[in-house]
């Protein structure tokens, strides 16, 4: 199981920070993976990180602005988003894998949390 939590309303410009706690799951051997969906629209990848957080990888439209980090102890990612834009309004998901993807789709993904709303005012 995968709960997100840390999301709310925000205005242009400002951090963010999600989280989500995982259950029911060897976490240390799951690749974790950060989706939104904005309304109307498709759900699309954000981040991922690797088993052992080696690996990060980011779209295009968050790199710089975007951290994915994981703890492993606390079977916990995160998802730190500075400088926030109004198209970075979505519900954003907490998902897992235990395959790691550095680009996946939605298909790619078996295990999903119930998402968590980002707003960003402008």
């Known amino acids: 199981q995968l709960q997100a939590c840390g999301g709310g309303l925000v205005q242009a410009g400002g951090p963010l920070r999600l989280s989500c706690a995982a259950s029911?799951?060897?976490?240390?051997?799951?690749?974790m993976y950060w989706f939104r969906q904005a309304p109307g629209k498709q759900r699309e990848f954000v981040a991922s990180?690797?088993?052992?957080?080696?690996?990060?990888s980011y779209a295009e439209f968050v790199k710089g602005r975007f951290t994915v980090s994981r703890g492993d102890a606390k079977n916990t990612q995160a998802l730190q988003m500075d400088n926030l834009k109004p198209e970075d309004t979505a519900v954003y998901y907490c998902?897992?894998?235990?395959?790691?993807?550095?680009?996946?789709?939605?298909?790619?993904?078996?295990?999903w949390g119930k998402g968590t709303l980002v707003t960003v005012s402008s």
């Open positions: 029911g799951l060897t976490f240390s051997r799951y690749a």
């Open positions: 990180i690797n088993w052992g957080g080696l690996s990060r």
């Open positions: 998902a897992a894998e235990r395959g790691y993807y550095s680009r996946p789709n939605e298909y790619d993904i078996s295990d």
